[in-house]
């Protein structure tokens, strides 16, 4: 009954924060990804054209994240001020991204002209564009100065975004080799890597922070306010909460005062619902009437997905709390989203056109022809 009670953890501020941003970015990751297809397509611009994953690479995934991980287990502080830099300039690109189709939209909404100020590689570059640059910029600067973990929950967030929108699954093929691949890999790197490296490799890498490079320059160059400047930074690669959110404006102490959730446990069931919400997009244009009452729920998997996302993450996080240790969240996530989407597509026998990939219809035919 007392190990029951633990559960109330869960009603805490930082457990709701974490589990309410989860669900609302891994929906908006798939979302996101299903504009940006239909965007390249309506322009016909396939310059930034989405990876589609084969079966190789997603045998591969698997296999280099688990290098990746490795690397940064035996050599993370040599490559501190690399990953620092790498990931400065992917967060500022992922910034970008997310909210450039906004600053367009409310362009167009209130008529304002947008003049041209140069174009390179083929592409035009606005003033509006330049702006939003300098603003995304400024935002990743001030993550390095500040290390402030609102910041950088904003930057994972877009970098989960903009990932899941260029990488995509073909099919449920696809997405179950990848989805089991990862659910062996997260559960051996979290519960049996100690067992062989000497330490939990997924949690110690996960845990550690990367040395500033701008803490460096300013201390080198004895520059004055260096007291100011975050000497070591939590990477955006998970989002993190400290457990005392209502007084969590100064950074914790150490990784025990923050919840933590990788990107990878949004960004993996993410490209699943951007698959299934894709499926449902286009069995709602082969629909003759988009408007038939059978249509809002006959085939929305999407939200059968995502309900399974938020059972599994609130079950992975009572794991983490009943059990007093880390969990590998796809270990829960992988069955809860993967398991509805697959067993209703079985029952209204659509399994088969998910296995393989659905069919396009007549108008995405001649499209492609057109192309």
């Known amino acids: 009954m007392e190990s029951l009670w633990k559960l109330t953890y869960l009603l805490e501020p930082a457990s709701l924060a974490l589990i309410v941003t989860a669900i609302f970015v891994t929906f908006a990751s798939a979302f996101r990804a299903l504009s940006h297809g239909k965007e390249m397509e309506r322009n016909r611009d396939f310059s930034e054209a989405s990876i589609t994953l084969d079966q190789s690479q997603a045998l591969m995934i698997p296999i280099a994240s688990s290098c990746s991980l490795l ?60 702006i939003l640059l300098l603003v995304c910029i400024g935002t990743v600067i001030a993550w390095l100065v500040s ?16 990932f899941v929108s260029h990488v995509r699954l073909p099919n449920i093929k696809i997405c179950v080799l990848l989805l089991v691949l990862l659910f062996v890999y997260d559960i051996f790197w979290v519960f049996f890597s100690e067992r062989f490296f000497g330490a939990n490799v997924m949690v110690s890498v996960a845990t550690q922070k990367a040395s500033n490079p701008v803490h460096t320059v300013a201390n080198s160059l004895s520059l004055p306010g260096l007291q100011l400047i975050a000497k070591k930074l939590e990477l955006p690669v998970k989002l ?21 959730l990788g990107l990878g446990d949004m960004a993996i069931p993410g490209m699943l619902l951007a698959l299934v919400l894709y499926f449902d997009y286009r069995k709602s244009k082969d629909m003759d009437s988009p408007l038939d009452s059978s249509s809002p729920k006959g085939h929305k998997y999407v939200w059968y997905a995502l309900s399974g996302y938020a059972v599994g993450l609130i079950t992975a996080l009572g794991a983490g709390i009943l059990s007093q240790s880390p969990q590998p969240a796809l270990l829960y996530l992988v069955p809860s989203t993967l398991g509805p989407v697959i067993f209703l597509s079985w029952i209204r026998q659509e399994l088969r056109e998910l296995w393989e990939g659905s069919i396009p219809s007549s108008h995405d035919k001649v499209h492609l022809m057109e192309v």
């Open 147 to 162: 290390g402030h973990w609102m910041l950088n929950n904003l930057l994972g967030i877009a970098i989960c975004i903009a």
């Open 240 to 260: 993190v909460f400290p457990r005392n959110l209502l007084g969590g404006i100064v950074p914790g102490n150490s990784a025990v005062d923050y919840m933590m």
């Open 71 to 130: 690397l940064m287990f035996y050599l993370f502080s040599s490559v501190s001020h690399l990953l620092t830099a790498f990931t400065a300039i992917a967060s500022a690109s992922a910034l970008y991204f997310c909210f450039s189709p906004y600053i367009a939209y409310l362009k167009n909404q209130l008529g304002l002209t947008d003049p041209l100020v140069s174009r390179c590689c083929s592409k035009s570059f606005t003033k509006t564009q330049g």
